[in-house]
């Protein structure tokens, strides 16, 4: 008798895309600054899916966002739920998770596109009733991240080497190390 196969298909998601997991795959993002990596996982539906942006406000590039509803946190956000609304996912089964939004230099007087970026993915969940239940967001530096969608781990790692999984970090500072199995 064959033995079944447990290897992980790994799938990249580049700045302003989404991806739907299927069964044993792992979603990657790469070098992720002031954009924001959104993970959501529902494990009891068997639902994972990372969404990519890089922009705060989809009025601020109407035409972009039209073509490409993922690169903005208001229409992609909107999008991915409202997808897993329409496969019968319950948003309250949802652990919602959050990785970017460096705060790089602004010109004087500004808010950088990380923090605008952050300030809008809360603002969409807020107004979905959800809650972020890890994150690592802000700071000055590149992240990249593994999201095991089976077992709902995330794996951070930052270009110092800084390596952690989620949980829930706003009660344990932003430099700690931190661990999340969403189940």
């Keep these: 008798m064959a ?17 739907i997991a299927g069964k044993g795959e792992r979603l990657i993002a790469r070098h992720v600054s002031s954009d924001i990596v959104l993970a959501i996982h529902a494990p009891t539906a068997g639902f994972a ?7 705060h406000d989809s009025r601020l590039d109407v035409v972009r966002a039209t073509q490409n509803p993922w690169c903005c946190a208001d229409t992609g956000t909107w999008l991915l739920l409202e997808s897993a609304k329409s496969m ?4 309250n089964d949802l652990s919602v998770f959050a990785v970017g939004g460096a705060v790089l230099p ?11 970026n ?3 993915l809360r603002n969409v969940l807020k107004g979905e ?4 239940k890890g994150e ?12 095991e969608t089976d077992s709902g ?6 270009a110092a080497n800084r390596i952690s999984s989620i949980d829930q970090l706003p009660d344990r500072g932003r430099n700690a190390a931190w661990r999340h199995r969403a189940s």
Aim: one cysteine or more; glycine letters at 10%; a positive charge.
């Design 49 to 55: 899916a990372l969404m990519r942006f890089s922009s």
């Design 3 to 19: 033995k079944a196969s447990t290897k992980t298909l790994d799938s990249t998601v580049d700045p302003d895309e989404c991806r």
């Design 153 to 158: 781990r995330i794996i951070v790692r930052t």
């Design 118 to 120: 952050q300030a809008a």
């Design 88 to 91: 019968g996912i319950d948003l």
């Design 129 to 132: 009733g959800l809650h972020l």
């Design 136 to 147: 690592d967001l802000g700071g000055n530096v590149l992240r990249s991240l593994w999201f």
């Design 106 to 116: 602004a010109p004087a007087g500004s808010a950088s596109a990380g923090q605008l």
